[in-house]
């Protein structure tokens, strides 16, 4: 679901009575310096009871949380580090979701280490419980080097993030990408043991603009088979590589991230 998508709801929304309180509240922690030119900081996000926010890759009807890191100061580049989300089915469609509390690890990358440098955002991001709205959100933190101490709850994150495919024993990954009306149908076929009695898999493509189906699922004698489309904005088929894509396995509360596959077309 698009932003703007979000804004008309929350436009008609208006005619409703408000929820008690605040769905969300958001905020950085400042974390650490884990090196002369790297930190560890985090987005803090509390959720009121009943509400959830979006995985990088939500699903067919949720909403792709989009930052903006340019305010920022001496900052050359910020990599988000997501922990395993919920699966959420709800009204027969899939999400993928967090519930409560999110904290998001963010590992920032210095220009000069010897200046002080500070994390400044602006975030579009999505909230829902019984209604969806958007919220945008401006958040800021001075990234303190002489703080060299772990914050607990952004090291409990990072130890909550989907593991790399040898930790899951991970063989071979291959693909297909076939031409459909409006974009690409992606076939991949993952040798790796089962994760638990009932996996659900996510592909995703170049960029965060291309709409990805839910992806079908199947486990089969030699690993999982994984069917999603891929529909970009110009709604065509288009030039797909195989290190554009990437997989996610998750069951039980864990989950397997697959960067790339081996692609035949």
């Known amino acids: 679901m698009t932003f703007k998508a979000l804004l008309a709801i929350a436009a008609l929304l208006l005619a409703l009575p408000a929820a008690a309180g605040t769905p969300?509240?958001?905020?950085l922690l400042p974390g650490w310096r884990e090196s002369a030119a790297s930190h560890l900081a985090a987005l803090h996000v509390v959720l009121a009871p009943g509400w959830k926010t979006y995985w990088r890759a939500p699903g067919e009807a949720g909403f792709v949380p989009?930052?903006?890191w340019s305010g920022s100061e001496n900052v050359?580049?910020?990599e988000a580090l997501w922990p395993v989300p919920e699966?959420?089915?709800t009204g027969g469609m899939t999400s993928l979701v967090y519930h409560d509390e999110l904290v998001l690890p963010l590992r920032v990358q210095l220009s000069d280490p010897a200046r002080a440098a500070r994390l400044s955002g602006s975030l579009e991001m999505g909230v829902c419980d019984n209604i969806c709205m958007p919220m945008q959100v401006t958040v800021s933190a001075v990234l303190d080097a002489a703080q060299t101490a772990p914050d607990a709850r952004i090291a409990a994150a990072l130890a909550s993030r989907p593991m790399a495919g040898a930790e899951a024993g991970l063989g071979g990954v291959d693909c297909t990408a076939d031409p459909i009306a409006d974009g690409m149908r992606v076939h991949a076929h993952v040798e790796m043991p089962a994760l638990g009695a009932e996996e659900h898999a996510v592909i995703e493509g170049p960029s965060a603009?291309?709409?990805?189906?839910?992806?079908?699922?199947e486990r089969g004698?030699?690993?999982l088979t994984i069917t999603a489309d891929l529909v970009p904005p110009a709604a065509r088929p288009f030039d797909l590589k195989g290190d554009d894509i990437r997989l996610t396995v998750l069951a039980e509360g864990t989950a397997v991230d697959i960067r790339g596959c081996q692609l035949d077309q």
Not at 24 to 27: E, I, S
Request: proline share 4%.
């Open 66 to 68: 989009q930052f903006d």
């Open 209 to 217: 603009d291309i709409w990805v189906s839910d992806a079908m699922v």
């Open 24 to 27: 969300a509240r958001v905020d």
């Open 87 to 89: 699966v959420d089915e």
């Open 76 to 78: 050359a580049s910020v």
């Open 221 to 223: 004698p030699g690993g």
